[in-house]
């Protein structure tokens, strides 16, 4: 069962262009990275704690996070012959070994490696990850509305699914036929099914309905991006921060580590406190924060003095508050006017 029994079929430039001659690479666990063969809007791509934008005939490298134009699909491809399209708003973490992190949209992914001993490619969610079979295509989204689920569609081959564990479920696995549908929500068991739902068909990208296929590719791939546009800010990341994705608490690679140096920045550093009951493990990545300074006062007191007289009188100490307790009385010639003036005519 394809897509095209569910959606009527349209051409598309990208997905029915002419299939180009392709060498057979004859290495063991060919794999060659990926690189952007159409963008229908230039594609937002987080390197190191950077910020850039680049088109077509970029190289993504490993670790790289790939977002899609707010419009359009983005297609990648490698050397052995798979290939992947993004829909609109679409981000993924390029991971090793063939494998990709989607953390929100929608991708369409495509394994044709022509070499003799090919990696598998992979779908990583925040719900579970999908193993694309031989010469087999998938579709997955992960979509937080109404609520947030994943859902994959296997649209030819045979596809392997793993689910981690959760709070009501031991880790499972399953095993998609061509036109077998799963749907995966938040601490429920995975529902398998013999075909897409109706919401699943009718939120998918227009472009997904046609097979995906190769493009030839013109100009030269470039591995360097263009000077980045900025350092991320912490709206940039917060997604990625807060995701449940296993890169994100990948040893030695976290979202974590790789992202400290942002710490330099108060705002960036900032918004991490704010945000640490869902951000734990930046605990023990903040800097120390300086002692405050605790400033002691002393004790109130007062000093005894004699009067030659034999009387004693209580005079406030420096920084004591008895003066503002017993304010001295007026002059013994004050008074008011009034009173003065009829005193004296009583003389």
């Not at 918004?271 to 800097?287: D, F, I, K, T, Y």
Request: proline share 9%.
């Amino acid at each position: 069962m394809t897509i095209q029994s569910e959606c009527s079929l349209r051409s598309n430039r990208w997905l029915v262009w002419p299939i180009p001659l392709l060498i057979a690479f004859n290495v063991p666990s060919a794999y060659a990275v990926w690189n952007i063969s159409i963008a229908d809007a230039p594609a937002t791509v987080i390197r190191g704690a950077d910020l850039y934008s680049t088109t077509v005939n970029q190289r993504v490298a490993t670790d790289d996070m790939v977002e899609s134009g707010a419009t359009g699909i983005l297609l990648l491809q490698d050397d052995t012959g798979n290939v992947m399209a993004l829909g609109p708003g679409t981000r993924i973490l390029i991971e090793p070994n063939a494998r990709v992190a989607l953390l929100t949209g929608w991708v369409k992914i495509a394994h044709e490696c022509t070499a003799s001993a090919c990696l598998a490619p992979a779908v990583e969610t925040e719900r579970g990850t999908l193993e694309i079979g031989d010469h087999a295509a998938a579709i997955v989204a992960a979509v937080s509305a109404p609520d947030p689920v994943t859902e994959m569609f296997s649209e030819s081959g045979v596809q392997k699914l793993e689910v981690p564990t959760n709070s009501t479920s031991t880790p499972d696995s399953a095993v998609l036929a061509e036109g077998q549908f799963v749907s995966i929500a938040s601490n429920k068991p995975f529902d398998l099914r013999p075909r897409p739902s109706a919401a699943f068909l009718s939120g998918m990208p227009n472009a997904f309905e046609d097979a995906l296929t190769r493009v030839a590719t013109s100009g030269k791939l470039r591995d360097n991006l263009p000077a980045p546009l900025r350092p991320v800010s912490f709206d940039d990341v917060a997604t990625w921060l807060m995701s449940g994705l296993p890169a994100r608490r990948q040893p030695g690679d976290s979202f974590a580590d790789r992202f400290r140096p942002r710490l330099a920045d108060a705002g960036f550093e900032q918004h991490v406190e704010r945000n640490l009951s869902a951000l734990p493990e930046w605990q023990g990545v903040l800097p120390a924060q300086s002692p405050k300074t605790v400033i002691k006062l002393a004790k109130k007191s007062t000093i005894v003095k004699s009067e030659p007289s034999g009387g004693t009188e209580r005079v406030p100490q420096a920084g004591s508050d008895a003066s503002a307790q017993n304010p001295p009385g007026p002059p013994n010639d004050s008074g008011n006017w009034f009173s003065r003036l009829f005193s004296g005519w009583h003389k």
